[in-house]
């Protein structure tokens, strides 16, 4: 599969369809459907997926970053440790800044330079991939198959989770498969009830941690305007008793 994954977003489609053919060939035809339907990439795609292959440590510290900020956030829903929480997901977005700077330079060598719009675009699938397990280990592995606008399993709603089967390690066999497809199902719904929880609670320490800040510089300037009330109330007293001695 890795192939497939250093394609470029015009080299897909054939590299895809001689896979397919060949899974055929050697009798996969389950795994020859699954890659036939997989869809050409985005250069946002291709970029994220090809820096994960060419600066792989680069990509390794944001998911390392990533967990890290999922543990501390399982913990502050318990109460502990949101300062903690504040200071790793800003490493993290610092990590995602990095990444996508990368990315672009990635791009740029092999020849596909990447416009604002686009740059944009990776930036939000590196920002919301290292958001969640399952995603890190797609970002890690250089297959992430579509661009991410949400976290976790949610940024990946609409996509046949099957296709992850191939996509990552391999497929289990299907006695194996049917006999844990509920289970997989109700594991993903909660999955996705605790990354909506996790991400609600980030956004809120974010969101307090901005109020705090215009706080404090409504305070300073209201300071500010104090002592200039102050100091113009002065002058005027000082004006006013040199005007009475003059008289």
């Given amino acids: 599969m890795d192939e497939l994954w250093r394609a470029t977003p015009d080299e897909f489609v054939a590299v895809r369809n001689q896979l397919a053919k060949q899974l055929k060939a050697d009798g996969k035809t389950d795994e020859a459907e699954t890659v036939k339907k997989l869809k050409k990439p985005s250069v946002a795609v291709w970029a994220v997926n090809r820096l994960a292959r ?13 967990r890290q900020v999922e543990v501390a956030t399982a913990d502050a829903m318990k109460g502990e440790g949101a300062g903690a929480l504040r200071e790793l997901d800003r490493q993290r977005k610092h990590a995602v800044g990095d990444a996508a700077t990368a990315a672009a330079a990635v791009a740029e ?23 969640a397990q399952a995603t890190r280990d797609l970002l890690a592995a250089g297959r992430i198959p579509t661009e991410l606008d949400a976290p976790g399993f949610e940024g990946l709603e ?64 209201a300071r500010t305007a104090r002592e200039r009330a102050d100091a113009a109330r002065r002058h005027a007293d000082e004006l006013q008793a040199s005007a009475a001695g003059d008289q």
């Fill in 158 to 221: 609409g996509l046949d989770l099957g296709d992850l089967g191939v996509l990552g390690a391999g497929s289990a066999d299907d006695d194996d498969a049917g006999a844990g497809a509920g289970a997989d199902v109700l594991a993903r719904e909660r999955k996705r009830e605790d990354e909506r929880a996790a991400e609600e609670l980030r956004r809120a320490v974010a969101e307090a941690d901005r109020l705090e800040a215009v706080a404090a510089d409504a305070e300073e300037v």
């Fill in 109 to 131: 060598e092999a020849g596909l330079p990447l416009s604002p719009a686009m740059a944009g675009r990776v930036t939000s699938t590196l920002d919301n991939a290292s958001l």
């Fill in 54 to 66: 060419e600066r792989a440590s680069v990509v390794a510290d944001l998911v390392e970053l990533g």
